[in-house]
């Protein structure tokens, strides 16, 4: 009776380590919490630098328009 105890205890044990050894394969790792800050920061960042480039290429191409106006005008 004693070593039918021991068994049953080992058996559940054993295959509690087998559940948990299979559910973490498949799970996806889940990003830290400074993983996800340098990804934000990064993001923000990068929109802080693109805006002003954005905003100089339309004036640059708004004065490029009025140049080749004006020429136009001139030429006339």
Known sequence: ????????????????????????ENAEPAKGV???????????????????LAKARSLQEKSAENVSRSESLLDE
């Open 34 to 52: 400074i993983e996800e800050f340098t990804q934000r920061t990064g993001k923000e960042a990068a929109e802080k630098i693109k805006s002003p």
């Open 1 to 24: 009776m004693k070593k039918k105890r021991i068994y049953i205890f080992v058996s559940i044990i054993f295959s509690m380590f087998l559940f948990y050894a299979c559910s973490k």
